[in-house]
């Protein structure tokens, strides 16, 4: 199956889900106008997908408005004995995104999350066994993710060391509560910038950069979801035919 976000919004966006209203400067230049809106209608497709994903997550929704996904379902397919090492990447992502929601200048903000991304990516890799080719390439040439105004050996993504056990559902909801927070700020700071500063269409790019893998994450989960509500169909229909010893 490919997947479209607008699958996943509501159809009638639920005033609760805190989407954002345009508010244009009649000043902006109208390429950077089409730019804030194309910013704008991304964050609200966002919002609305996130907000499905943490029902989903939250055993609240139906998946595709077909199939009833429990607690008890997604406690079966994620045991946290099982899920540990992604449940500390998943909420030391989320932590370190949380820090850089501190930042209130809109352009540093925004590069430091295009960092902390790259930074989060990059260490996945090389978990997942593709570190060393990693390594020799960006040990040739310097990332085009990378940001010149950042300091080097600044780091953003912040490995946590955590004694308690953490609980994978919890950790994932948490992680979409910043990432909406995160869509909110990326629109949010796009009215704060000046017009005549090239700044502005800077800023629209590295969130653009930002959104690509924030969406792989997003996706990734999906079709997880995705794969449950497919076996509970299964199930479901397994029960009914039996029935009527089909």
């Known amino acids: 199956m490919s997947y479209n976000e607008t699958i996943y919004s509501p159809l009638s966006p639920n005033p609760a889900f805190g989407l954002i209203s345009p508010s244009i400067n009649s000043n902006v230049p109208e390429s950077l106008e089409r730019s804030y809106e194309s910013l704008l209608e991304l964050s609200n497709k966002r919002i609305a997908l996130l907000h499905y994903l943490k029902s989903c997550h939250e055993g609240n929704a139906f998946f595709l408005n077909g199939v009833a996904i429990s607690l008890e379902d997604l406690a079966q397919n994620y045991e946290n004995d099982k899920m540990k090492k992604r449940t500390l990447s998943l909420f030391s992502l989320g932590l370190s995104i949380g820090n850089i929601l501190l930042i209130s200048n809109p352009n540093d903000f925004v590069k430091a999350y295009t960092q902390l991304m790259f930074e989060y990516e990059t260490r996945r890799d090389s978990k997942s066994g593709a570190g060393e080719k990693m390594k020799q390439i960006f040990s040739r040439r310097p990332s085009k993710d990378s940001t010149q105004s950042i300091s080097a ?94």
């Open 153 to 246: 050996g600044t780091t953003y993504y912040e490995i946590s060391q955590i004694s308690i056990e953490l609980d994978y559902l919890q950790t994932v909801t948490a992680l979409i509560d910043v990432m909406v927070a995160s869509y909110e700020k990326f629109a949010e700071d796009a009215q704060s910038l000046d017009s005549g500063n090239s700044s502005s269409q800077q800023y629209v790019d590295h969130v653009i950069r930002v959104d690509i893998r924030l969406k792989k994450i997003i996706l990734s989960m999906l079709k997880e979801i995705e794969e449950i509500a497919k076996a509970k169909l299964k199930e479901v229909l397994h029960e009914d035919l039996s029935i009527f010893d089909v």
